[in-house]
């Protein structure tokens, strides 16, 4: 076997076992999750992963070699630290839990997307054009599901903040303060001119 082809053939037997890890993760973060848009989004990922792993079986068929997973490390590991991320949002607020799990999640899909672009680019040096295809629609999927995550987080993170800003500042007696003041400074500098004036 050609040595490119070679190193496709293993790098989508790496895909293939990655995405099938995933497909048994993203339901428990799905259920972890507390942000009804969050869980929607994880949800949506888990029937796009499964279409992932169909996708895979066909370029494997088109490169005419057999569908067989190869243990992916960097995978194992990142669902790991997924599952741990998992356990430790129990001790902390819903907004948080929802934070680290994105963050775990986007993880995920930063090494996706970077192994993706890999073997579409190995397809293309070889010809083949229909799988390089298929591997590019993956690709899209990954990347739209990146930004979606990250659009998702942008709200928990102003929430996060203004929640914090509520717990060491009473916001509503600093306004009441500012509205009671019967001068502002500048006011009052132009009442001490005004008075030495008529002095």
């Known amino acids: 076997m050609p040595q490119l082809k070679e190193l496709l053939v293993e790098q989508l037997?790496?895909?293939l076992h990655a995405e099938g890890q995933l497909t048994g993760a993203l339901p428990k973060m799905a259920q972890a999750a507390?942000?009804?848009k969050l869980k929607e989004a994880f949800e949506k990922h888990l029937v796009q992963t499964e279409g992932h792993v169909e996708r895979?079986?066909?370029v494997f068929e088109m490169l005419g070699e057999a569908a067989e997973p190869k243990p992916c490390k960097a995978?194992?590991?990142l669902i790991e630290e997924g599952k741990e991320t998992i356990g430790e949002?129990?001790?902390?607020?819903?907004?948080?839990?929802?934070?680290?799990?994105?963050?775990?999640?986007?993880?995920?899909?930063?090494?996706?997307?970077a192994c993706y672009?890999?073997?579409?680019?190995?397809?293309?040096?070889?010809?083949?054009?229909?799988?390089?295809?298929?591997?590019?629609?993956?690709?899209?999927?990954?990347?739209?599901?990146?930004?979606?995550?990250?659009?998702?987080?942008?709200p928990l993170m102003q929430q996060a903040s203004l929640d914090d800003m509520g717990?060491?500042?009473d916001l509503g007696?600093?306004?009441?303060?500012g509205t009671s003041s019967p001068q502002s400074p500048s006011r009052k500098k132009k009442a001490v001119k005004t008075a030495r004036g008529a002095a």
């Open 173 to 177: 007696a600093t306004a009441e303060i």
């Open 13 to 15: 037997q790496d895909l």
């Open 34 to 36: 507390h942000h009804p």
């Open 75 to 77: 995978m194992m590991g």
């Open 56 to 58: 895979l079986r066909q």
């Open 117 to 154: 672009g890999t073997v579409r680019v190995l397809a293309r040096q070889l010809g083949e054009i229909d799988a390089a295809r298929l591997l590019s629609q993956t690709l899209g999927e990954e990347e739209s599901t990146d930004f979606l995550l990250t659009m998702i987080s942008e």
């Open 167 to 169: 717990a060491s500042t």
């Open 89 to 113: 949002g129990g001790d902390k607020e819903p907004i948080a839990a929802d934070l680290a799990l994105i963050a775990a999640a986007q993880r995920v899909e930063h090494y996706e997307i």
